[in-house]
Structures are given as structure tokens and as C-alpha cells.
């Protein structure tokens, strides 16, 4: 059989990181497998390394994995903690670990298209559990995968927003701030929850503003997308008329209970 070469990416890593990738990646190499480093942050691979720790690096890598959407993902990162599909590797790079997962037998030997059931995760969502499968369906079809490091605002409060976000992996927190300047947090959110809906849907500023709390896989769904999927499809937005007017309800309570706090300690 001959021998099948492999092209390795590394985003976000610095010369010295990438030096010694490459001298992994000929290790790693043998009469079945050849592994070459991408010259190139944009070069099309079978393996992608990312820096999970650099945001810079994680913007790189949500652009360019939609290009490259079967590629082998390996995510390297001071504390990997977060629940995901992707292989994940601790920072700074220890050869013997890198090559484990690039070594014939390790879980990045044969890059596969990396399949994930997004609707199971909306049909178990507060905001589209009424929705059919179907509908479901349709709704990933218009969406991406959006990959963020701890630490990372997702959006602002008052700032202008057309996305909202399905929380696959990772949890977030959604603040305000109040008139003394304050942080109050309205919550956290993990898998399953959705945030960022408001303002998705009146096309006007965000309500709050909400940061990841540790590494996140997001699903984002554009407003330019949903809006005609609501209007080709009224039982849907029936539904989540009726969802969202709930959640209103409960918001209510929540920033009732809230302002009885703000009172009491000050």
C-alpha cells in the first residue's frame, strides 16, 4: 500500500510551538503515514492543531473550518476541561501525548467527517422543544459552528445583534450592570441553552451582555436566515410565540427577585 500523506495545520502557535509540531509529525510518520506541516495558516488539512487558549487563533479557526468542515480537529489548551467531540491536548504541547493521537492507532490517524446531531441538542432547548424534527432539521442546515476560549465576550449589552447562540459545549454567563456600575449575573447557561434570541429576532441591541465561562462550541443562527424560515414555516413561529412569551414571564419574576436584592444591600 503506499504511503498516504497527511497535511497538518497549526493555528495560532508560535515559531518555537511549530518547530517542534514538525519534528513530532516526522516521528509520527511511517510506511503508511506521512505527516507534513502546513506552511500556511489558510492551507487546506486533514489535521488542524488550534491554540484553544488564543482567542485570535479560535477566530481563525471558526472562518476556516468552514472550508475545511471534515477536518481532523485537535484542540490544545492550558486547561482542557471542556466537553466536546474534538480531541483535546494539554498546553503547553507534550510530544508524547501529540503523537499518541497522530501515531497510527491514536484517535487523529484517519481524519472523518466529524458528525454531530445538532437538533437532538435544539429539540432539547427551552426555545424549540415544540419544533418538529423537521423543522429542526431545517434549522441546523442554517446555522455554523462557532468555537471560543474561556473568557471571551460573545456580545455586549445596548450592542447591535443579528445571532443567536445554541450552547453545544461549554457554559456561559449572561450579565448586567448596574446603575453603580455593578455586575449583576442573570445566569449561567450550559449545552442545550439558548442565548442572544431577543435581539436575533428585533434586529435591535442586545438586552444583557453574555461571556464564556469556559471553552465554548456554539451553534449560531443568523437573523437573515431565520426570519424566512419563520415566514415559509407560521406553526414554527406559533410556537415560539408561545415560548418566548413564557420565558417574558419568567424573566419578570427574575428581575422582580433581583431588584428586592439590589435594595436590600444597599
Given at each position: 500500500?503506499?504511503t498516504?500523506?497527511?497535511?497538518?495545520?497549526a493555528?495560532?502557535?508560535?515559531?518555537?510551538?511549530?518547530?517542534?509540531?514538525?519534528?513530532?509529525?516526522?516521528?509520527?510518520?511511517?510506511?503508511?503515514?506521512?505527516?507534513?506541516?502546513?506552511?500556511?495558516?489558510?492551507?487546506?488539512?486533514?489535521?488542524?492543531?488550534v491554540?484553544?487558549?488564543?482567542?485570535?487563533?479560535?477566530?481563525?479557526w471558526?472562518?476556516?473550518r468552514?472550508?475545511?468542515?471534515?477536518?481532523?480537529?485537535?484542540?490544545?489548551?492550558?486547561?482542557?476541561?471542556?466537553?466536546?467531540?474534538?480531541?483535546?491536548?494539554?498546553?503547553?504541547?507534550?510530544?508524547?501525548?501529540?503523537?499518541s493521537v497522530?501515531?497510527?492507532?491514536?484517535?487523529?490517524?484517519?481524519?472523518?467527517?466529524?458528525?454531530?446531531?445538532?437538533?437532538?441538542?435544539?429539540?432539547?432547548?427551552?426555545?424549540?422543544?415544540?419544533?418538529?424534527?423537521?423543522?429542526l432539521?431545517?434549522?441546523?442546515?442554517?446555522?455554523?459552528?462557532?468555537?471560543?476560549?474561556?473568557?471571551?465576550?460573545?456580545f455586549?449589552?445596548?450592542?447591535a445583534?443579528?445571532?443567536?447562540?445554541?450552547?453545544l459545549?461549554?457554559?456561559l454567563?449572561?450579565?448586567?450592570?448596574?446603575?453603580?456600575?455593578?455586575?449583576?449575573?442573570?445566569?449561567?447557561?450550559?449545552?442545550?441553552?439558548?442565548?442572544?434570541e431577543?435581539a436575533m429576532?428585533d434586529?435591535?441591541?442586545?438586552?444583557?451582555?453574555?461571556?464564556?465561562?469556559?471553552?465554548?462550541?456554539l451553534?449560531?443562527?443568523?437573523?437573515?436566515?431565520?426570519?424566512?424560515?419563520?415566514?415559509?414555516?407560521?406553526?414554527?413561529?406559533?410556537?415560539?410565540i408561545?415560548?418566548?412569551?413564557?420565558?417574558?414571564?419568567?424573566?419578570?419574576e427574575q428581575?422582580?427577585?433581583?431588584?428586592?436584592?439590589?435594595e436590600i444591600?444597599?
Open positions: 500500500m503506499a498516504r500523506s497527511i497535511t497538518v495545520n493555528i495560532g502557535f508560535l515559531d518555537k510551538d511549530r518547530r517542534m509540531i514538525r519534528n513530532i509529525l516526522s516521528v509520527a510518520s511511517n510506511k503508511d503515514y506521512s505527516y507534513q506541516l502546513a506552511t500556511a495558516s489558510g492551507e487546506v488539512a486533514e489535521v488542524v492543531i491554540n484553544a487558549d488564543d482567542p485570535v487563533a479560535m477566530t481563525v471558526n472562518d476556516y468552514q472550508t475545511t468542515p471534515d477536518a481532523q480537529i485537535i484542540l490544545a489548551s492550558t486547561v482542557p476541561q471542556f466537553a466536546t467531540d474534538y480531541t483535546c491536548i494539554k498546553r503547553p504541547i507534550i510530544a508524547s501525548q501529540l503523537h497522530l501515531a497510527p492507532g491514536g484517535s487523529a490517524r484517519m481524519p472523518e467527517a466529524r458528525v454531530i446531531q445538532k437538533y437532538e441538542v435544539l429539540a432539547k432547548s427551552f426555545l424549540f422543544r415544540n419544533l418538529s424534527t423537521a423543522h432539521e431545517k434549522i441546523v442546515g442554517l446555522s455554523r459552528v462557532m468555537l471560543l476560549p474561556a473568557q471571551q465576550v460573545v455586549e449589552a445596548a450592542a445583534g443579528e445571532e443567536m447562540f445554541v450552547v459545549n461549554g457554559r454567563k449572561v450579565s448586567i450592570t448596574n446603575r453603580d456600575g455593578r455586575e449583576i449575573i442573570l445566569g449561567a447557561i450550559g449545552p442545550g441553552e439558548i442565548v442572544g431577543i429576532l434586529g435591535r441591541g442586545r438586552s444583557a451582555t453574555a461571556t464564556t465561562l469556559t471553552p465554548c462550541e451553534l449560531v443562527i443568523h437573523r437573515h436566515d431565520f426570519m424566512p424560515f419563520l415566514e415559509q414555516n407560521p406553526k414554527a413561529a406559533i410556537d415560539l408561545k415560548v418566548l412569551a413564557l420565558r417574558l414571564r419568567l424573566n419578570t428581575l422582580a427577585e433581583l431588584i428586592d436584592e439590589d444591600l444597599s
